[in-house]
């Protein structure tokens, strides 16, 4: 069975990729999750490489179980972001390994995925917002669009005063026959929260993410249990005991679980199957083109309680200069509304060699004397059943 014997990573602060490589020559490409990532690539290196290194490419879901027991004093999101380049990267070493993509992995077939346009903009007047979507609708395609409201963990003070009052109507109005989806971003109080969804109830608005503290999951229920609009939420929360509590309360409506904040596709398949067991629909979140977009993409295509589309940020390379240049091709070719896992292996991917060029390289070896000692630790904890 082939064994994982390279972890590289290239980073700069916003963006880490990783490449896997296996003793037979295989490779895979991942990424972790987004932003502070110069971190990430660090704790990679020093709490994740190390249990990896000499380990078995093949049972992925394994492995970052094993990895987690292993890290069980460092529980949290900067373990969890770094997991998730390793779990990704494995994924689509599996993929190039069966020439196949990974949604046929896990399940499904090359194809289309509804997606929504997802604006990520609050810094914008309600009616220039309005007309933006509504021409970014009329030449994609989409059939669905969000657009922000509030302030990010706001506390009830709005991004300037009246803009959620204002821009609700505003966008409602502009998109006749769009869906409409709103996120608060943590942004009111329950008693605020109530008053603003019965207003998006009344304008049509179909989704109303995290609208109160996304940690405090008594608040999201509250909010849930007085509204008809569907409420979501789960983005952040990357602990599994947190998602059993959060879905067997149904604190939301409909769970949206990050791929990198969660730690790769191996756990955020286990939160899909655990909503779809209480019957809870499952939309990621995917605020950004980096691989996070690709991975739920091919999820979406495989889940049978997918949610009604892919979140598809529409902001580009001005608003995020980070995202320019990450790969040869663009893989994100949006066609009347939808984009589309193809028969490419793996993620379908090429990470462009002039970024990486320009990336911070750091690399983890089976051969380091560091790596053999983890590597030797590692299993010996396993046989004791960590």
């Known amino acids: 069975m082939p064994t994982i014997s390279r972890l590289d990573t290239f980073h700069n602060e916003f963006v880490c990729f990783v490449k896997a490589t296996a003793a037979d020559g295989a490779v895979g490409w991942g990424q972790t999750s987004t932003y502070n990532a110069d971190i990430t690539a660090a704790v990679f290196h020093r709490q994740i490489a190390p249990w990896a290194l000499g380990q078995p490419c093949a049972d992925i879901a394994a492995l970052v179980d094993r990895i987690e027991r292993a890290e069980h004093k460092f529980p949290g999101t900067y373990r969890n972001r770094a997991l998730a380049g390793l779990d990704t990267a494995l994924w689509d070493m599996a993929g190039q390994r069966a020439g196949l993509p990974v949604a046929a992995l896990i399940g499904a077939s090359p194809g289309p995925v509804r997606a929504y346009a997802s604006s990520m903009k609050r810094d914008i007047a309600p009616e220039d917002e309005a007309e933006r979507l509504k021409r970014i609708c009329a030449e994609q395609g989409f059939s669905a669009a969000k ?74 229920q509250a909010v849930t249990l007085a509204l008809e609009i569907d409420v979501t939420g789960g983005e952040q929360d990357f602990d599994m005991a947190t998602w059993k509590r959060l879905i067997a309360m149904r604190a939301v409506d409909v769970v949206q679980p990050d791929v990198m904040y969660l730690g790769g596709l191996s756990n955020t ?20 083109l980096g691989l996070v977009t ?73 051969e380091d004397e560091s790596a053999s000692d983890y590597a030797a630790l590692y299993a010996a904890t396993m046989q004791k059943g960590l």
């Open 294 to 366: 690709l991975c739920s993409l091919h999820l979406l295509r495989a889940l049978p309680n997918a949610g009604k589309y892919l979140e598809f940020s529409i902001e580009g390379e001005d608003y995020y200069p980070w995202q320019r240049d990450l790969f040869v091709e663009n893989p994100f070719a949006v066609t009347e509304g939808t984009l589309s896992v193809t028969d490419a292996p793996g993620w379908g991917i090429t990470v462009n060699p002039d970024w990486l060029a320009r990336a911070t390289h750091r690399v983890s070896r089976v």
């Open 269 to 288: 398949l286990k939160v899909a199957r655990m909503a779809h067991d209480a019957g809870l629909p499952c939309t990621p979140h995917a605020a950004n």
């Open 147 to 220: 657009f922000r409201i509030g302030a990010e963990c706001g506390r009830d003070v709005d991004q300037w005063p009246g803009r959620t009052e204002a821009i609700i109507p505003t966008v409602t109005r502009a998109l006749p026959g769009i869906d409409t989806l709103v996120d608060a971003n943590s942004g009111f109080s329950v008693k605020r929260a109530i008053a603003v969804g019965r207003m998006l109830q009344d304008h049509g608005v179909g989704h109303f993410e995290e609208p109160v503290p996304w940690w405090d999951l008594d608040a999201t």
